[in-house]
């Protein structure tokens, strides 16, 4: 084990109305999963399942949690007690709520990297997109 996983629940309530956005740190998040984590919150809080979102950050680095290939097999322990893991960090979070103001922004991130998907950078390679000076092409 080198880092550990989190799942990050953010709850929010506005006008009576709450809803909870748990955030994990795995490369998917199966159905099955995400029904159980609803079925554990809203018998704990009433809270209707589609106001509980469960979303995986998509890493590379956590267990398998369905069957990819090439990451080998799910453990079924972890299986088992993962989506009481993750109701717990939603649980927590819609029990603290506190008044907030929320707001996001929205910034243009140019030169950082390359969409390998696109050909217009296909030809660039690491060095060049990962230089300090480097811009892609105005679209």
């Keep these: 084990m080198r880092d550990r996983?989190?799942?990050?629940?953010?709850?929010?309530?506005?006008?009576?109305?709450?809803?909870?956005?748990?955030?994990?740190?795995?490369?998917?998040?199966?159905?099955?999963?995400?029904r159980r984590?609803?079925?554990r919150?809203?018998?704990a809080t009433g809270l209707p399942g589609e106001r509980i979102m469960v979303h995986a950050i998509h890493t590379h680095s956590g267990?398998?949690?369905?069957?990819?290939?090439?990451?080998?097999?799910?453990?079924?322990?972890y299986l088992e007690l993962l989506p009481g893991r993750i109701a717990r960090a939603c649980l927590d979070a819609l029990?603290?709520?506190?008044?907030?103001?929320?707001?996001?922004?929205e910034v243009e991130c140019r030169g950082i990297a390359t969409n390998r998907r696109l050909d217009l950078y296909c030809a660039k390679t690491?060095?060049?997109?990962f230089d300090e000076n480097w811009q892609p092409p105005q679209p």
């Design 5 to 34: 996983l989190y799942a990050r629940a953010l709850a929010v309530a506005v006008n009576g109305q709450r809803a909870v956005l748990v955030s994990c740190d795995l490369i998917g998040v199966s159905a099955d999963i995400t």
């Design 37 to 39: 984590v609803r079925e």
């Design 41 to 43: 919150v809203g018998a």
């Design 63 to 77: 267990p398998s949690v369905r069957v990819y290939s090439g990451w080998g097999t799910p453990d079924p322990v």
């Design 95 to 105: 029990g603290s709520l506190q008044d907030a103001t929320l707001a996001h922004a």
């Design 126 to 129: 690491s060095e060049e997109v």
